[in-house]
């Protein structure tokens, strides 16, 4: 198993800018891939972007102005978030993927990003 514990979220004005860290301990040696979700009130959750074989992408909504990044040694995900919007407002989540043959995800409680306009 593997445990994540997502912290740094909070309220944001727009255009400011917020770290997201995502710590994971347990099984980390088998982890594949990380990757950041986000959850809007009333809407599905969306991919914001995912960490892969030592790089990321990001999703069209939020390239340019949000960056994923690791630290393997501390086994922890980050994300960048600059020139926040209010759409930006959201539970922001973390998952690893620890699947051998189909994906399997483990996912943090998640954290709030509200934005201010």
């Known amino acids: 198993q593997v445990q994540l514990v997502e912290s740094g979220g909070g309220l944001v004005q727009a255009g400011g800018s917020l770290r997201l860290s995502c710590a994971a301990s347990?099984?980390?040696?088998?982890?594949?891939?990380m990757g950041w979700y986000r959850q809007a009130p009333g809407k599905p959750r969306e991919l914001v972007g995912i960490?892969?074989?030592?790089?990321?992408v990001c999703t069209d909504a939020v390239k340019g102005r949000f960056t994923i990044s690791r630290d393997n040694a501390r086994n922890t995900m980050y994300l960048q978030m600059n020139s926040r919007k209010p759409e930006d407002t959201a539970v922001y989540y973390c998952?690893?993927?620890?699947?051998?043959?189909?994906?399997?995800?483990?996912w943090g409680q998640g954290t709030q990003v509200p934005v201010s306009s």
């Open positions: 998952n690893v993927d620890v699947g051998v043959a189909c994906p399997y995800y483990y």
């Open positions: 347990g099984s980390v040696f088998s982890i594949k891939s």
């Open positions: 960490s892969s074989g030592g790089s990321a």
